[in-house]
């Protein structure tokens, strides 16, 4: 079964829950604090309406900001992200539980540790396989050993693959919350010395800028998405603005240039919709702060537009139908 049985067939309508989680502290900067506002006054609860879909907007998650203590070893602020993403988990446990499709609104990267974590047990309930789709310039395969800055928000795929074996953020036991190999990182481009050792003997599927330059973004994509609607997966997608360019999004804290173009990006949307794998998705590091009046935010809000079905000639019905024919 994949997401496309359970839409509504005549609009391929769902329920979507927003959950807002205002935290930076796994940032090296703050500001991304602000995302889930900005991306609300923007327009994404009513730009998903207008596509058919009911959207249940479920406020925000209260956790520490702002904190004073600085704990440098073992990373920075664990105790804190620790908090947010015990919270996140729940809250998108009890999203999934009601039947909807979590869009998590962030923050920064870190809270995928809480969202995944969530996915992975709604799947082991539904005797689902999860799969990730981790769009970002970075690996995020950071340990706090390895991190030259100690910000959490560069761990979580090392967290959530088995790499991090840490009490204190939650991972124990070093048994994978995600099989490395249902791990796909795709717009990669930044990578820290130490970190990339240990990605290439990771058994994560690595797609960096050179490979989408060479294959183009609809094969990889459509290899990806072909493999997990196969298994009957639910697809986590997880999606950092620095995967775009920085000259289109530039309301991100670690931008790196030579980013996702306007149409590789929404073409990467399109063919997720059309694909019908998507079970729960995070828009992360948002930094309204550095943002240029908004522009950012909004098109992160025509990307999840992309997401949820809208086309620029076609109707969404027909686009799926054609794909599948
Ligand atoms: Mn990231």
């Given at each position: 079964?994949?997401?496309?049985?359970?839409?509504?067939?005549?609009?391929?309508?769902?329920?979507l829950?927003?959950?807002?989680?205002?935290?930076?502290?796994?940032a090296?900067?703050?500001?991304?604090?602000?995302?889930?506002?900005?991306?609300?006054?923007?327009?994404?609860?009513?730009?998903?309406?207008?596509?058919?879909?009911?959207?249940?907007?479920?406020?925000?998650?209260?956790?520490?900001?702002n904190?004073?203590?600085?704990?440098?070893?073992?990373?920075r602020?664990?105790?804190?992200?620790?908090q947010?993403?015990?919270?996140?988990?729940?809250?998108?446990?009890?999203?999934?539980?009601?039947?909807?499709?979590?869009?998590?609104?962030?923050?920064?990267?870190?809270?995928?540790?809480?969202?995944?974590?969530?996915?992975?047990?709604?799947?082991?309930?539904?005797?689902?396989?999860?799969?990730?789709?981790?769009?970002?310039?970075h690996?995020?395969?950071?340990?706090?050993?390895?991190s030259?800055?100690?910000?959490?928000?560069?761990?979580p795929?090392?967290?959530?693959?088995g790499?991090?074996?840490?009490?204190d953020?939650?991972?124990?036991?070093?048994?994978?919350?995600?099989?490395?190999?249902?791990?796909?990182?795709?717009?990669?481009?930044?990578?820290d010395?130490?970190?990339?050792?240990?990605?290439?003997?990771?058994?994560?599927?690595?797609?960096?800028?050179r490979?989408?330059?060479?294959?183009?973004?609809?094969?990889?994509?459509?290899?990806i998405?072909?493999?997990?609607?196969?298994?009957?997966?639910?697809?986590?997608?997880?999606?950092d603005?620095?995967?775009?360019?920085p000259?289109l999004?530039?309301?991100?804290?670690?931008t790196?240039?030579?980013?996702?173009?306007?149409?590789?990006?929404?073409?990467?949307?399109?063919?997720?919709?059309?694909?019908?794998?998507?079970?729960?998705?995070?828009i992360?590091?948002?930094?309204?702060?550095?943002?240029?009046?908004g522009?950012?935010?909004?098109?992160?809000?025509?990307?999840?537009?992309?997401?949820?079905?809208k086309?620029?000639?076609r109707?969404?019905?027909?686009?799926?139908?054609?794909?599948?024919?």
């Open positions: 079964m994949t997401n496309r049985d359970v839409r509504d067939p005549k609009s391929n309508s769902q329920h829950g927003l959950i807002g989680m205002p935290s930076d502290v796994g090296g900067i703050r500001g991304a604090c602000l995302g889930p506002e900005a991306l609300r006054i923007a327009g994404l609860p009513q730009a998903l309406k207008e596509l058919g879909h009911k959207v249940t907007d479920h406020g925000d998650i209260s956790g520490p900001r904190p004073e203590a600085e704990t440098t070893s073992g990373g602020h664990v105790n804190e992200v620790r947010w993403c015990d919270a996140l988990e729940a809250q998108t446990l009890d999203v999934l539980g009601a039947g909807q499709l979590p869009v998590i609104m962030g923050g920064d990267h870190s809270l995928s540790m809480g969202s995944i974590k969530a996915a992975a047990m709604h799947c082991a309930q539904t005797k689902r396989p999860l799969f990730v789709l981790w769009l970002d310039a690996t995020d395969f950071n340990t706090p050993l390895s030259p800055s100690g910000n959490v928000h560069g761990m795929v090392a967290a959530l693959t790499r991090i074996c840490s009490k953020l939650g991972f124990e036991g070093g048994k994978p919350t995600v099989d490395p190999s249902n791990f796909y990182l795709f717009g990669i481009r930044s990578v010395r130490i970190e990339r050792d240990a990605v290439v003997k990771s058994g994560l599927n690595v797609y960096d800028m490979a989408i330059d060479e294959r183009s973004v609809v094969v990889i994509m459509r290899e998405l072909d493999h997990v609607a196969k298994a009957g997966g639910h697809l986590h997608v997880s999606l603005v620095d995967f775009l360019d000259s999004a530039p309301g991100v804290g670690t790196v240039p030579g980013g996702a173009t306007y149409r590789e990006a929404h073409l990467c949307m399109e063919l997720i919709y059309e694909a019908g794998v998507l079970g729960s998705l995070d992360v590091e948002l930094n309204p702060f550095i943002d240029a009046a522009k950012s935010a909004h098109i992160l809000v025509d990307l999840a537009g992309s997401l949820f079905g086309s620029i000639t109707s969404a019905e027909r686009a799926v139908a054609e794909a599948y024919a």
